[in-house]
């Protein structure tokens, strides 16, 4: 599938990309944001992991996850989300999209761990590609985008939500964020330590990626991880009227502000892409790294139990 920064998806995607895009229930969602939404809209956009309800009336979408039981980012979920952005973006109708999760409590697991243990070379550099994609496709998007983080929201979920343009995360002490990669034995990558830089800033980056820090709603809020902290029910609404603001300025003026704050970050990965992909692959195949992640698996698994 020829994406504009030169992705390439997996074979089954490349031969038939909308084989990923079936299903689906999207014709008899609910309308996302005060009506018009459903009908052949949704079921242009949506895809059986990716539900989007568009509201053509305010030019807006609600994209929701679906991947039960936690949104883990699958090689599958992170491609029909690339695929849904960018079907959005290319409908001149839509002028912002809202990210938020079905499942219920959990926004995203992050990166699928699956993806990462006992797979070859191969794999990962296919993974690592859709997952560069995925973040450069929502962190450089013209569209106005609007996190409405109803769940938990750890390291792939949290990089998502930083992608964004604001955040809105529900007041549940449960609900935590932020990059714990290191709690896992992994690195973050320069990329993503460079937007959570751009976020929170340099001190508390160094403190917080170190650490594997993962705050609550509370101290998300205090530390600027996110923008708003507001009840459960609300998440949505505020997401709406979030959007509404940011949709009240011109288009054009607050794109060129975008690129223009954005762009020295994503050059530093477009210049060295496939480096990026080669450290990754050659860090994820080591015996200790395949190690802590089998290790960090088996205890959420029985963690469960
Ligand atoms: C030198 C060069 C360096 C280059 C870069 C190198 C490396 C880059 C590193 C890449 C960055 C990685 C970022 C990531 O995203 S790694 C993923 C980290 N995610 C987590 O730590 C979250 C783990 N999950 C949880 O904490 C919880 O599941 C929860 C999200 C809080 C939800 O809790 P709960 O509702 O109680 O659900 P369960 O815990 O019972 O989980 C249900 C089910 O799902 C499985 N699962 C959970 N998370 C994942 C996951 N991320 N991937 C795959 N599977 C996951 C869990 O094991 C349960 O499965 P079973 O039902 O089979 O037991």
Same mark, same amino acid.
């Given at each position: 599938?020829?994406?504009?920064?030169?992705?390439?998806?997996?074979?089954?995607?490349?031969?038939?990309?909308?084989?990923?895009?079936?299903?689906?229930?999207?014709?008899?969602?609910?309308?996302?944001?005060?009506?018009?939404?459903?009908?052949?809209?949704?079921?242009?956009?949506g895809s059986q992991r990716v539900l989007v309800e568009p509201d053509a009336a305010s030019g807006v979408a609600v994209m929701?996850?679906?991947?039960?039981?936690?949104?883990?980012?699958? =090689?599958?979920?992170?491609?029909?989300?690339?695929?849904?952005?960018?079907?959005?973006?290319?409908?001149?109708?839509?002028?912002?999209?809202?990210?938020?999760?079905?499942?219920?409590?959990?926004?995203?697991?992050?990166?699928?761990?699956?993806?990462?243990?006992?797979?070859?070379?191969? @794999?990962?550099?296919?993974?690592?590609?859709?997952?560069?994609?995925?973040?450069?496709?929502?962190? =450089?998007?013209? =569209?106005?985008?609007?996190?409405?983080?109803?769940?938990?929201?750890?390291?792939?979920?949290?990089?998502?939500?930083?992608?964004?343009?604001?955040?809105?995360?529900?007041?549940?002490?449960?609900? @935590?964020?932020?990059?714990?990669?290191?709690? =896992?034995?992994?690195?973050?990558?320069?990329?993503?330590?460079?937007?959570?830089?751009?976020?929170?800033? @340099?001190?508390?980056?160094?403190?917080?990626?170190?650490?594997?820090?993962?705050?609550?709603?509370?101290?998300?809020?205090?530390?600027?991880?996110?923008?708003?902290?507001?009840?459960?029910?609300?998440?949505?609404?505020?997401?709406?009227?979030?959007?509404a603001r940011w949709l009240a300025v011109p288009d054009h003026a607050r794109q060129l502000t975008k690129t223009m704050m954005?762009?020295?970050?994503?050059?530093?990965?477009?210049?060295?892409?496939?480096?990026?992909?080669?450290?990754?692959?050659?860090? +994820?195949?080591?015996?200790? +790294?395949?190690?802590?992640?089998?290790?960090?698996?088996?205890?959420?698994?029985?963690?469960?139990?």
């Amino acid at each position: 599938m020829a994406l504009a920064s030169g992705v390439r998806f997996p074979a089954r995607a490349l031969l038939r990309p909308w084989s990923l895009l079936r299903d689906t229930t999207l014709g008899r969602s609910e309308p996302a944001a005060g009506g018009g939404g459903g009908g052949d809209g949704a079921r242009l956009f949506g895809s059986q992991r990716v539900l989007v309800e568009p509201d053509a009336a305010s030019g807006v979408a609600v994209m929701k996850f679906r991947n039960p039981p936690v949104n883990s980012l699958s =090689l599958e979920l992170l491609t029909e989300l690339v695929i849904s952005l960018e079907k959005v973006e290319n409908d001149k109708t839509f002028r912002g999209v809202i990210l938020t999760s079905a499942c219920p409590r959990v926004f995203s697991a992050g990166l699928d761990l699956t993806e990462l243990c006992g797979r070859n070379p191969a @794999h990962y550099t296919e993974y690592w590609k859709a997952v560069q994609e995925l973040w450069l496709r929502t962190y =450089l998007s013209s =569209l106005v985008l609007v996190a409405a983080i109803n769940g938990a929201c750890p390291a792939g979920g949290c990089i998502i939500a930083l992608a964004c343009d604001c955040r809105v995360l529900a007041d549940n002490p449960k609900y @935590h964020i932020g990059l714990n990669e290191t709690l =896992l034995g992994i690195t973050t990558p320069f990329w993503l330590k460079d937007t959570y830089v751009n976020t929170i800033g @340099h001190r508390a980056s160094e403190q917080a990626l170190q650490l594997g820090s993962l705050f609550p709603p509370s101290e998300a809020l205090q530390v600027g991880l996110v923008d708003q902290v507001v009840p459960e029910d609300q998440v949505l609404s505020t997401a709406l009227s979030e959007m509404a603001r940011w949709l009240a300025v011109p288009d054009h003026a607050r794109q060129l502000t975008k690129t223009m704050m954005r762009k020295a970050t994503a050059d530093r990965l477009l210049r060295q892409r496939d480096a990026d992909i080669q450290n990754f692959v050659s860090f +994820i195949c080591r015996d200790s +790294i395949q190690k802590s992640l089998q290790v960090y698996l088996e205890k959420l698994r029985q963690r469960k139990g």
